[in-house]
C-alpha cells in the first residue's frame, strides 16, 4: 500500500511538470489551467479504488483532493484571467480561447466535486465529505456562471449587465427550488427561495437605478415569469414536503 502511494504521488508530480511545459510551450495561457487534469486524473483513481475498497481514509483523501483542486482553481488559475474583483469580471477583451480554458477548468472541477458526491452521500464513512462536497460544487458554479455572464454582457450589452445577472440569479434559484421540490431535498428548497427573495431586492433597489427603460421591461417580464413558473411548481409539489393531515375534511 505504501509502495501504491509513494508511486501515484511521483506520477502526479510528474504529470505537473510535464503538462505545465507542454501546454505552456504551445499555450502559454493553458500552462496552469492544465495541471488541473492531473488532478483530475488522480481523483478518478481515488474514486476507482473507493467503489471496490471501503476504507475510512478515501472519504478524507476525496474531500482533501477536492479541496486542493479548489484553492488551485481560485487561487492560481484566476491569476492568469485578470480578475477584477471590485467590478466582479475579468478585465480585458472577451476573448473565446481563455473562455474556453475557463469552461474546461471549472468543469473538471465541477464534474470531480460531482463523482465525489454521487461516491460519498449518504453512506457512512464519508457522509460529511459527500455534503460539504455537494455544497461546495453549487456555489463553484454559481461563481463561473456569475463571472462568465457579467464578463460577457459587460463587453458586449453594457446596458443589460445588471439585469442579466439578476436574470440568471433567478434561473438559478428557480433551478435549485425544482430540484429540491422533486427531489425531496429541503436544502436545495429553501436556497432557492432565499435565492428569489435576494432577486426580488436586487431588482428593486439596485437594478432599477442602472437599467434602461427598455432593459428594464424585459428584466421585470422574464423575472415575472420565472416567479410564477416558481409558484405553480411549488404549489404542485406542495404534498412532497406538507406532512399529511389525519382524518377526513369536514
Not at 471501503?54 to 488559475?77: C, N
Amino acid at each position: 500500500m505504501i509502495i501504491a502511494v509513494l508511486g501515484g504521488a511521483v506520477l502526479f508530480v510528474y504529470a505537473h511538470f510535464e503538462l505545465y511545459r507542454t501546454c505552456g510551450f504551445f499555450y502559454p495561457s493553458l500552462a496552469v489551467p492544465a495541471m488541473t487534469l492531473a488532478w483530475f486524473a488522480l481523483g478518478l483513481c481515488l474514486l476507482l479504488v473507493a467503489r471496490q475498497v471501503v476504507a475510512g481514509w478515501l472519504p478524507i483523501a476525496l474531500g482533501l483532493l477536492a479541496g486542493g483542486m479548489l484553492i488551485k482553481l481560485l487561487g492560481f488559475d484566476m491569476d492568469g484571467w485578470s480578475l477584477d474583483a471590485t467590478a466582479w469580471w475579468y478585465a480585458g477583451d472577451y476573448v473565446v480561447g481563455p473562455a474556453l480554458i475557463r469552461l474546461v477548468d471549472f468543469g473538471l472541477c465541477l464534474a470531480l466535486f460531482g463523482l465525489v458526491f454521487a461516491q460519498t452521500r449518504g453512506r457512512e464513512p464519508g457522509r460529511l465529505v459527500g455534503l460539504v462536497t455537494g455544497i461546495a460544487g453549487l456555489v463553484l458554479l454559481f461563481i463561473y456562471l456569475s463571472l462568465e455572464v457579467n464578463t460577457l454582457l459587460g463587453r458586449f450589452v453594457p446596458g443589460l449587465r445588471a439585469g442579466g445577472i439578476t436574470l440568471l440569479w433567478a434561473a438559478y434559484a428557480l433551478t435549485l427550488l425544482v430540484c429540491g421540490l422533486r427531489r425531496g431535498v429541503p436544502g436545495l428548497r429553501y436556497v432557492g427561495l432565499l435565492g428569489f427573495a435576494v432577486v426580488t431586492w436586487k431588482i428593486f433597489f439596485v437594478d432599477l437605478a442602472h437599467l434602461e427603460a427598455l432593459y428594464k421591461i424585459v428584466a421585470f417580464i422574464v423575472l415575472g415569469v420565472m416567479l410564477l413558473l416558481a409558484a405553480f411548481v411549488y404549489l404542485k409539489c406542495r404534498q412532497r414536503f406538507q406532512p399529511a393531515t389525519e382524518g377526513k375534511p369536514s
